[in-house]
């Protein structure tokens, strides 16, 4: 019976996507309720997502894409330093990025700080816009978890945005003696490690979804990134994690 009652459902399912093949879920078993009383099926609206996702019907919506580097502005941009350069410890290369999570009315922006060597997150916040105040606050959980030495030499990486240019991100560097270095071209080539990293905490640990609030968001973001750090082994650390490659080299 179970099966007759899914060819049935499937069967208006196909009727209504003739006349309106993009139509989603929603409106589908809006539009379902009183045929399938009529045929005296109970269907709840899960069990027709999960019917739909069994059956690969589910409408897949291309998300918005927000633009988070802003190179257009007034602010100094530094040349690239890490261009050839070869990172033999920890806390010699940081890179920053920022990537965007999806919320339910809108995004979140997630400043990230990693290490190169260790490709460790050392730093990272989840802010409601593109401002500054998050990378700066993701920079410094970096600075105040790495115990710096002047003595030895850290370059700061990132793109050539206004939140890393301004005043205040430039400063905070500048005080704890860190050289400055910027993609030259906007190519995220030139920071593939920090888009490597955006990829796998999207892909591998479910930041790719859509969240129903900042706090929905940052509980899953505390999540990704302790899981990365401490269970996630790296075949370019020779399958050891970060944190335990970050640890033995402090």
Known sequence: MVYLQAAIV???VEQIRQEMPKL????VYHML????KEHGIKMGRDKLFTLFADYELLIRRKKRKPITTDSDHPFFKYGNLVRGFTVTRINQVWVADITYLHLQNGFGYLSLITDIFSRKIIG??????LSAVGPLKALQMAIDGAELSQSEYLIHHSDRGLQYCCSDYITLLRDHFIAISMTQNGDPYENAIAERINGILKSEFGLYATF???YE??????????NY????PHMSLKLETPDS???LLH
């Open 10 to 12: 499937l069967k208006l």
């Open 24 to 27: 989603g879920t929603k409106k």
């Open 33 to 36: 309720k009183e045929p399938l």
């Open 124 to 129: 990272y916040q989840l802010y409601h816009n």
């Open 212 to 214: 129903k609030s900042m």
């Open 217 to 226: 968001a940052s509980v899953a973001v505390e999540f990704a990134i302790k």
């Open 229 to 232: 750090n401490n269970l996630r």
């Open 245 to 247: 490659v970050h640890q």
